[in-house]
Structure formats: structure tokens, C-alpha cells
């Protein structure tokens, strides 16, 4: 069976095109031309076809926190918000690593997700940045990155002993650039806003010192390196001058990094409460013109489910993290509305970039590329109710908002996962 995605408007971030035009998916591949055999037709109404997302950073709570959300939650929510590939996250219960857990994962993985799932491995055991992991190992049971998430290697002898290993290896590192001794406690950004609401906080420096340190490291070891989040200004210099000396290295931002700033805090409300904190406007515009030039390479949802009960607490106590699988597009689309970025541009952070840094063939509308694609119309406004949305975790920091853009349907392989 052919599939013939008729009357669309093709979103291609390779070619940096925004064209009408049709698209074949043959045996879960994109082809030429419909060839022989019987063809289904997509009519795709004039709405926007693309490139499935690929979403690297996403946590699910298996093992150990079930309940937060599942592969087979997560999976739906996924392909309800266009994301054909998740990139999981290891700081599970417990860590993910050994490959005797991630082969757990995998299987659960492969049972229960409605879409692809690509899991990264712990560095250092159990997150603890004293002893590293198996690398090699971890690689051939299917790891695809190496990351302690939000905990930080503060050891540098054992970071650069991880970041030289893994060079040998050709295994790419993602940390999270933050001042530990800084950050630590830390609940909002400094400034006169937290000085008033009384609120332990950090400055963004700590990102920008703990850039710099990695940078050094890279430097010497020669690793492919990438940062999770960058969200400061102050940061964006230490990363302009890696790329520019040649070093093997790339950045990535949240969704809410881009679209909330530090006053969304208002009444100490707990779902705006994120990690690294919610900057100022100021950090907000510099980050997505950093987007749109290219300096930050990928842009992803950092789903972190949360339950209630870590929620509703006094601001500093309250988890950190928000959801964010079905709310990534409709949100980047504010920056498409404003007239920040364009489509073409948006799908390269959201979907080429991360499939080209973790040297996959998605991200693509040529001919060979995976058949996985989202169909959505950007324009379509809604009223976000989070209790309609798919994730066991309601954590949106979006709850009430007025959002545009709805994904119509979701394809991996050239399977429907979502969608009439």
C-alpha cells in the first residue's frame, strides 16, 4: 500500500522550503512517485505536513515512578503532539545504568509506545558523578547519548575521564550546564522579582560558568558535547566561541524558556516552576533569536511529569517540571505568529537538528527518509484544558491559555499512530 498525502503544504527544514505539494510513503518510507499497487489518499486539505518531531530530553517515569507517566502514556501523548521520536531521559528510579535496565526499558518501550523511543544512559552510576558507566557497553544494548541530567558532574577529573572515554567511543555527552554550588536550592532567577517575593534564587552566571568549564573540557579532550538547556544571554558567548574554533558541540532550549519569563512565577504558582528557573524577557528574546540564527541548534519539550502531590506545595519545596509532549507544538507556534521564526526554520530546531545529532535518517521530507510525519494546522485555536491532556501528569504551565496550532495526524513508519 501506497500512501498519497494530497493537497499539502510541505514543511521541508532540509531544503528550507514552505511549498504546496504532494508526498509518497511506500514499506514506511518516503518515495518519488506511487509506483505499483493500490495507493490510499491522505487529502491533506492545505494544512501543514512535516517532518515528525524528535524530542530529545524527555522523562519517563519507568522504572520506579509509574504512576508520573508510562511509555504507553507518554507514547500517546507524543503522537498526539506530533512527536514520532522520544529521546528518554535515565534519571529514573532507579538510574538507567546498566544494560540489564536498559534493556528492561527498551522492552517496555517497544510493548507499550505508540512511537519511537531512543533511550540515553546514565554517565556516572546512579547520577552520583564519582564512578562512570559502562559505556561501551550501554552503547551496544542501544543507548544513543550519555547524560546525568540535572546533576551535575561536579568532579572535573571525573567528567573529563567520562568526556575521554567517550570520545574513544564516538558517544555523544548531553550535560546540563549549571553551577551546582550555585544553583543548588535555587527556586527562580535572581532579581528585584525574587527579592520580592522572598524566593531563594540563582544567578544566570551559574550557567554561563558551568558553560565554561565543559568548553574547557571539550576543548581538551575533543568529545561531541551537548548542552540540554542554554536560557541565559550571558551563556551564549562561551558556546558562539566552540562552534567558532571547531569543537564538536551543540545546544538545545525548552519550549518554556522561549515563551514564559520569570514574572509567570506571579502568585508563587508552582507549574511555572521549572529547572533552570524561568529567566527574564530580556534572556527570553535572546534565546529565540539564538534559535532562529542557528547558534542553539535544537529545541525540545523536556517533558518532566510531576503528580500532584510534588505540585501543589510551597513554591520552594514544589518539584520542578512541567509537560510538555502535546503542548511543544501549539507553543512553538507563538513564535511563528510573532513573526520570530517561520516554519521551515522551527521544524530544522524541532526535528532535522536533533535527527542529525544523534545521526538518524528522520527529519526529512527526500526520498529514503522514514515515513514519519505529522500533519497540523497552525492555525487552529483551542483553549488548553490540561485535564484533556493524554500524559498520567497534568503539570502544564499552559492550563487556561489560549494556543494555536493542532496536530490533525501523526505517522510513524507510515502507520497512523493519531488522528481520523
Known amino acids: 500500500m501506497t500512501l498519497h498525502f ?3 503544504r510541505l514543511i521541508d527544514p532540509e531544503t ?4 504546496p505539494g504532494d508526498l509518497f510513503v511506500r514499506d514506511g518510507v518516503i518515495v518519488d512517485g506511487p509506483g505499483e499497487g493500490p495507493v490510499e489518499t491522505v487529502d491533506c486539505a492545505g494544512h501543514c ?5 524528535v524530542d530529545i530530553g524527555v522523562k519517563i517515569s519507568e522504572p520506579g515512578e509509574r504512576h508520573k507517566e508510562s511509555f504507553r502514556s507518554a507514547g500517546r501523548a507524543a503522537a498526539a503532539g506530533g512527536i514520532t521520536t522520544m529521546v528518554t531521559r535515565p534519571d529514573t528510579e532507579p538510574a538507567i545504568d546498566t544494560p540489564e535496565v536498559l534493556e528492561f526499558v527498551m522492552r517496555r518501550a517497544n510493548a507499550d509506545s505508540a512511537v519511537r523511543v531512543l533511550p540515553m544512559a546514565a554517565l556516572t552510576k546512579g547520577r552520583m558523578g564519582r564512578e562512570m558507566t559502562e559505556i561501551g557497553f550501554l552503547t551496544d544494548a542501544g543507548a544513543v547519548a550519555f547524560t546525568d541530567c540535572d546533576r551535575v558532574v561536579e568532579d572535573t577529573k571525573v567528567f573529563s575521564r567520562c568526556l575521554t572515554y567517550a570520545r574513544s567511543l564516538g558517544a555523544l555527552v548531553i550535560a546540563h550546564p549549571q553551577d551546582p554550588g550555585l544553583s ?5 532567577t535572581s532579581g528585584k522579582f ?9 544567578s544566570p552566571m551559574a550557567e554561563r560558568m558551568a558553560l565554561d568549564r565543559d568548553m574547557a573540557l571539550i576543548e581538551m579532550t575533543g568529545a561531541r558535547y551537548h548542552a540540554d538547556q542554554i536560557t541565559s544571554a550571558r551563556a551564549l558567548p562561551a558556546l558562539e566561541r566552540a562552534k567558532r574554533n571547531g ?7 525548552g519550549i518554556h524558556h522561549l515563551t514564559l519569563n520569570e514574572f509567570d512565577v506571579g502568585d508563587y504558582r508552582t507549574f511555572f516552576k521549572i529547572k533552570p528557573p524561568l529567566r527574564s524577557e530580556d534572556d527570553r528574546i535572546a534565546m529565540i533569536e539564538a534559535l532562529a540564527d542557528g547558534r542553539i541548534d535544537i529545541l525540545c519539550s523536556m517533558h518532566t511529569p ?3 502531590e510534588s505540585k501543589r506545595l510551597p513554591f520552594e519545596e514544589a518539584a520542578s517540571g512541567a509537560v510538555g509532549l ?3 507544538l501549539p507553543a512553538a507556534m507563538r513564535l511563528v505568529h510573532a513573526g520570530h521564526i517561520d516554519l521551515p526554520t522551527l521544524w530544522r530546531a524541532l526535528s532535522l537538528n536533533p535527527a542529525r545529532r544523534l545521526g538518524l535518517p528522520q527529519g526529512r521530507l527526500s526520498a529514503g527518509a522514514p515515513g514519519d510525519l505529522v500533519l497540523f494546522d497552525p492555525d487552529a485555536p483551542f483553549v488548553l484544558d490540561r485535564f484533556t491532556l493524554l500524559s498520567k501528569s497534568k503539570n502544564t504551565p499552559f492550563d487556561g491559555q489560549r494556543m494555536e496550532g493542532r496536530v490533525i495526524g501523526t505517522w510513524v513508519g507510515g502507520t497512523q499512530v493519531h488522528g481520523d
Not at 184 to 188: L, S, W
Not at 247 to 253: I, K, P, R
Open 326 to 328: 502535546q503542548t511543544l
Open 194 to 202: 525574587a527579592s520580592l517575593r522572598g524566593l531563594p534564587a540563582v
Open 49 to 53: 505536513l512535516a517532518p515528525g518531531i
Open 16 to 19: 528550507g522550503t514552505d511549498t
Open 6 to 8: 494530497t493537497n499539502a
Open 306 to 308: 510531576q503528580d500532584e
Open 184 to 188: 543548588r536550592g535555587a527556586a527562580v
Open 247 to 253: 569543537l564538536d558541540v551543540t545546544a538545545g532550549v
